[in-house]
């Protein structure tokens, strides 16, 4: 018994079947709970695979390699948000202007903030790299990551609660601010939210969740062409 209890805990198979149960549980509690914008199906989800490899006893590392081309699939699921990109994009070109003056201040700021407050309160170069990409989806987060250093599992775990945070923030304020036009409000999602965000936008409108993909994906572009750069330029 303890043979095959080994060996499930060194197979792909059980991290496979963890992960696929969490997210279905994920999904599940999150309808059932009203689709709250504060705790998304991807928090939940997260929230139930850490417990589950608690119980069983499974290390981070070991689950995280063997669920590795799992990871690989979040490229292809970046790339297919195109689909909408093509869709909208008339109201996309009718921006372009005030969308190119924005985005690097705001994509700028996105990757500042994080990192000055955690330099303030003088935390180690290794978890500001980690913080430094918080705001970049995850495939390419895991890119920067490898580039300037730090902690892959600080970083995810800074990817969830900048996610998380974002759409509840962007939320309040579109609210406050009688903002309701989809296009700010989507891409006001996606260059501050990542993934998260822009699912909170589809979940506004077709409109909202083409902004928000634009908004992540040149996000997303801008930090991995010049994050790099800019901390080798620092010597972090």
């Known amino acids: 018994m303890s043979e095959l209890h080994?060996?499930?805990?060194?197979?792909?198979?059980?991290?496979?079947?963890l992960t696929l149960a969490a997210y279905l549980g994920?999904?599940?509690?999150?309808?059932?709970?009203?689709r709250p914008s504060w705790c998304p199906a991807?928090?939940?989800?997260?929230?139930?695979?850490?417990?589950?490899?608690?119980?069983?006893?499974?290390?981070?590392?070991d689950y995280q390699?063997?669920?590795?081309?799992?990871?690989?699939?979040?490229?292809?699921?970046?790339?297919?948000?195109?689909?909408?990109?093509?869709?909208?994009?008339?109201?996309i070109f009718a921006l372009w202007k005030p969308i190119?003056?924005?985005l690097p201040l705001a994509a700028a700021l996105a990757a500042c903030y994080a990192v000055l407050i955690a330099w303030l309160l003088g935390a180690p170069p290794a978890v500001l790299a980690s913080l430094a990409p918080k705001s970049v989806?995850?495939?390419?987060?895991?890119?920067?990551?490898?580039?300037?250093?730090?902690?892959?599992?600080?970083?995810?775990?800074?990817?969830?609660?900048?996610?998380?945070?974002?759409?509840?923030?962007v939320t309040w304020l579109g609210r406050l601010l009688r903002i309701s036009d989809p296009r700010i409000l989507g891409f006001a999602l996606g260059v501050n939210g990542h993934a998260i965000g822009t699912v909170r936008a589809f979940e506004?409108?077709?409109?909202?969740?083409?902004?928000?993909?634009?908004?992540?994906?040149?996000?997303?572009?801008?930090?991995?062409?010049?994050?790099?750069?800019?901390?080798?330029?620092?010597?972090?």
């Open 204 to 236: 506004l409108g077709p409109t909202a969740g083409a902004f928000a993909s634009l908004g992540m994906s040149l996000t997303g572009t801008f930090t991995a062409l010049l994050l790099p750069l800019v901390w080798r330029l620092l010597g972090l």
């Open 26 to 34: 994920g999904v599940g509690l999150f309808e059932r709970l009203g």
């Open 65 to 91: 390699h063997q669920v590795a081309w799992l990871t690989l699939l979040l490229g292809p699921a970046t790339v297919a948000l195109a689909v909408p990109l093509y869709q909208q994009r008339h109201a």
């Open 6 to 17: 080994a060996s499930l805990l060194n197979s792909p198979i059980l991290a496979i079947a």
């Open 137 to 169: 989806t995850a495939p390419l987060a895991i890119g920067i990551q490898e580039q300037i250093g730090g902690s892959l599992s600080l970083m995810l775990g800074g990817l969830l609660i900048t996610g998380v945070m974002a759409t509840l923030f």
């Open 100 to 102: 190119l003056c924005c």
């Open 42 to 61: 991807v928090l939940i989800g997260a929230l139930l695979i850490a417990t589950g490899l608690w119980l069983l006893g499974i290390p981070y590392r």
